[in-house]
């Protein structure tokens, strides 16, 4: 038995780690952000699957049976692999979950004209995950991406008041919907960009619905859980939670609280030496 993994590139998976502990906050879990080879957005597909094979398997070392990919561009680019690859070569039972598919399958909830937006990173977009992912479940739907590259930097250097976040969040924007004036609803593909929520609220059209996919992740994996018994047997719950980054314990400590709302302290994770360190860095 073992807790829940949280795996995320850096900082955005915690807008998702924070409502998955809060509605199920009897698990323990362990959050890995691999913030010493961010970003992974610009990175070639084998080298995201690399990147995040290295760290599903420490979770793994760790006592993780069920590891959780709350990033979109690891969903995107290494989800698969894994699973197909592999999962299957392993002798223990293990299961890795990405965010794409859970919020994928549900977006007919949200959309009335059929037709929907996509706010993610260039390496998410031309993934083309999401359009393949809703074009599986709901054929009938129209599928139109704007990458938003400043986003991401903007957030992590708690920018989201300024002059240049209100420039580049309208002008993507505005972007996303000179493709389709019919868009009703529009996902925000990146765990970062929640926090850019009341300024994205503030340029869209306001019958537009805009979906964050950290409510959905969470009643996602309740629901997984539900079904596969055998798998949550596994889970320990003591309402316990682990912080690790590959980087600087100090900057991930600074930043993480503005993604997770509430103080973090994590320990450092040495993925060249394979082992945990506190020591600070």
Not at 13 to 22: A, D, M, P, W
Not at 82 to 102: A, E, H, M, S, T
Request: hydrophobic letters at 40%.
């Amino acid at each position: 038995m073992g807790p829940i993994g949280i795996f995320d590139s850096g900082y955005g998976g915690l807008t998702v780690f924070k409502e998955i502990s809060n509605l199920l906050p009897q698990y323990d879990y362990i959050y890995l952000g691999d913030n010493a080879r961010v970003p992974y957005g610009t990175r070639s597909y084998d080298t995201v699957y690399q990147y995040t094979l290295e760290c599903v398997n420490h979770l793994f070392d760790m006592g993780c049976h069920l590891v959780i990919l709350a990033c979109n561009t690891a969903s995107a680019k290494a989800l698969r692999s894994i699973q197909q690859k592999d999962l299957p070569q392993r002798r223990d039972r293990r299961n890795v979950l990405g965010v794409i598919r859970p919020t994928t399958e549900l977006i007919d909830r949200f959309t009335t004209s059929k037709h929907v937006g996509i706010l993610a990173t260039s390496g998410t977009v031309n993934s083309q995950s999401y359009v393949l992912e809703i074009l599986k479940f709901f054929p009938a739907i129209s599928v139109y991406q704007e990458a938003c590259p400043m986003w991401v930097p903007l957030v992590e250097n708690n920018e989201m008041a300024s002059a240049g976040a209100r420039y580049f969040v309208k002008q993507h924007i505005d972007r996303l919907f000179q493709q389709s004036n019919a868009i009703d609803a529009v996902i925000l593909a990146c765990t970062h960009y929640p926090l850019l929520l009341p300024l994205i609220k503030e340029f869209i059209p306001k019958h537009v619905q805009v979906i964050s996919q950290g409510n959905i992740v969470a009643h996602s994996l309740a629901d997984y859980l539900t079904r596969h018994r055998e798998m949550e047997s596994l889970c320990t719950k003591g309402g316990n939670k682990q912080f690790f980054t590959t980087e600087s314990i100090e900057n991930f400590n600074e930043k993480a609280g503005l993604f997770y709302g509430s103080k973090v302290e994590a320990q450092h994770l040495d993925l060249m030496n394979k082992g945990v360190s506190c020591r600070k860095i």
